[in-house]
């Protein structure tokens, strides 16, 4: 007969087996490996997505995890927001700090170096750039988002290889604005192994534009031994988003003395390289004066006599030979060999001062301003000392034309400015001859200086 107490007894015997353990221990294995299967297919499917999104992929019920990823993927493909590339709540401050232009972004800035924006990075989270709109009149109708790679804005054009994108609160076509636009991408492909741009993007004030001037075309063309290629939007509903892009939006701001040095150094070099112009010093006169002069706005009142002048001091001087020529009239690589030769720069305030970098380091210039700019211009009178000090030229100084146009208003007024901008420019005989003679005395002892690079680095 069975009774309560055998029953107890059994069941303890069985309890206590050693096959009992290996069961349950089995069992408890199992599980496990269900489990760990189970989070590794999940891991599988979202490994290409934020981690945001990660992170809730996990917590979802298993036989739901690849369609909520499809989904996912979907909504944050729609949640890509475009924004205004100009930011009109900035207008009063366009330039300063994250500027109107991508203002909700901020800049990273290597010691030395331009602040910049790389896309994609850790500071865009893996995120590339996009850009939307065809507006070459208004910026604030032009766009820009940032995606990821696996969630691009429906109707997306891709963009392949690095783009450069160039915001200038000025001009790509004049020659000096544009050259500081380019200078800061120069340097930024010199310390990432010389990468080079397939494409660029100019935009001015969130304008876009097609072009930038002939000469600073060919100054990157040699730069980077490839022509310079603009990339045009052409529909207004598909954006574009680039595989890698970086930004620019302060010119050289930033930028150290000694590695703007380099940078000119490395431009003047590899415009020489590209015109095929030697460092050969047969046919380099002992001193090279050159007049640089102008037509129409801020040319000589009276060409000739200050022609004479100069002359007339240049023969003074031994192994001293003037060169007179209008940069209008010259191709690119024409005035990179005329400013090979030139140890004297001679010119009105201008973009074609923008040339001296050209000259071999230690070379001097002499700028003439017409009447009314000492005092109204501000500090854009002062670029061309700027540009000579950065790329290792000096500064002789500048002659301010006490004489000329009459404004209604005090000579202090503002609106005079636009009297005074395009004038021409007048000559002081005495002024100008011993400057010259004081220049052109110091030309030989700046000479023994530091030169100019004759073989270009690796690039």
Partial sequence: MITKASIWR???TCLSSLK???????????????????SFQITQHSLSLPPALLTYLKHQPEETS?????????K???????????DLR????PQEGHTW????LLDNQTRGEAQYQEFPSDSSKGRLLCLKGVDGHDGSWNYYALAWPEALPTNTIFQEGLTFVSYSHYDHGNLWHG????VPFVSWSLRNQCERPQKWVLYHRGELRYWMGHWLSQILTGTYGQETEILHFVDEDKPVCFEKAVVMRHDEGGMSRERRLEIFDHLRCKARNYCNITSAEASRPRIGMTLLLRTGARSFKNESAVINVFKRECEREDGCVLSVAYSNNLTFCEQVELMKKTDVLVSPHGAQLTNLFLMDRNSS??????????????????VYKWGANWSGMRHEGAWHDPFGETCKFPDTDKRCMLVYKNAMIGYNETYFGEWARLVLGKVPEHNKGDGSLDVCPQC
């Fill in 10 to 12: 059994r069941l303890v």
């Fill in 20 to 38: 009992f353990y290996l069961i349950v221990l089995c069992l408890v294995a199992i599980v496990f490996v269900i489990l760990q299967i189970c």
């Fill in 66 to 74: 690849k369609n909520n990823t499809d989904y996912l993927v979907e």
């Fill in 76 to 86: 944050l493909r729609e949640s890509v927001a475009f924004l205004p590339l100009k």
């Fill in 90 to 93: 900035f207008s009063n401050k």
């Fill in 101 to 104: 232009f991508m203002s909700s």
């Fill in 179 to 182: 050259l500081t636009a380019a």
């Fill in 365 to 382: 210039v002499m700028e003439f301003f017409p009447k009314g700019w000492l005092k109204l211009a501000g500090v854009g009178q002062l």
